[in-house]
């Protein structure tokens, strides 16, 4: 159980293009997800925290406006990445806990390769 | 422009031995730990946690030692094997439960 799906794997787009990344949790609810992206050789850098019916809460120097976060329902989230650019080029990943446990385990998604040409 | 170099500290191991990774973690208030595993092109995959009234806790083949006086986490794998080759991170929870990741240690299963 405790499945997160991340759709797609991996993205070519131009530059000036918008993307969006879909976060599914498979098989349980989850009123709060989390995205974070990832360069090679580093750590994972938390962006924003989606909550479930209300805006998503980013995390300081990202830009909302160009990571746009939708959570409409309780088991999917989307990162829109707007008018992306090289540098936006990254792996992209989301993460859920289930509301049904009372614990702070987070189970993640396979990641997302962005590559902007 | 160019980037400086990032390189992963890295442990090698024989297939067969323990392996024993470290993380000093940075937030005193920080009270659940976590490591992971992630594979190349893949998403973390949870290993073991652990809670900060606890100092030790074991699963399959893997122990997680928590030291709060110096705010440093461990994890030893038993009996490393090809399949445990990854990036091993950890994870320490912050306000509103969200996870700060360490820098990651690349771990090499020498057949």
């Known amino acids: 159980g405790a499945v997160v799906s991340q759709h797609p794997s991996w993205v070519i787009c131009k530059s000036g293009t918008s993307v969006k990344i879909e976060c599914r949790s498979l098989?349980?609810?989850?009123?709060?997800m989390f995205w974070y992206r990832q360069f090679p050789k580093q750590s994972l850098m938390l962006m924003a925290t989606?909550?479930?019916?209300?805006?998503?809460?980013?995390e300081q120097g990202v830009e909302k406006d160009k990571f746009l976060i939708n959570h409409a329902s309780l088991t999917l989230s989307t990162l829109t990445v707007t008018s992306a650019h090289p540098e936006d080029s990254s792996f992209y990943i989301c993460?859920?806990?289930?509301?049904?446990?009372?614990?702070?385990?987070?189970?993640f998604g396979s990641g997302t390769q962005l590559s902007v040409l | 422009g160019e980037s400086v170099g990032l390189h992963l500290p890295t442990l090698s191991v024989q297939e067969g031995d323990n392996s024993i990774i470290n993380c000093a973690y940075s937030?005193?208030?920080?009270?659940?730990f976590i490591w992971y595993k992630q594979e190349s092109g893949k998403g973390p995959q949870f290993i073991i946690d652990?809670?900060?009234?606890?100092d030790k806790r074991q699963g399959q083949r893997v122990t997680v030692l928590l030291n709060k006086t110096v705010k440093h986490l461990s994890l030893q794998i038993a009996a490393t094997q090809p399949g445990d080759s990854a990036v091993y991170f950890c994870?320490?929870?912050?306000?509103?439960?969200?996870?700060?990741f360490g820098k990651g240690n690349q771990v090499v299963v020498i057949p």
């Open positions: 098989d349980f609810q989850a009123t709060t």
């Open positions: 937030n005193s208030a920080s009270d659940y």
């Open positions: 989606s909550n479930e019916g209300s805006k998503a809460t980013y």
């Open positions: 652990i809670r900060s009234n606890m």
């Open positions: 993460s859920a806990r289930d509301r049904a446990r009372n614990n702070e385990k987070l189970f």
């Open positions: 994870a320490e929870a912050r306000g509103n439960n969200r996870l700060a």
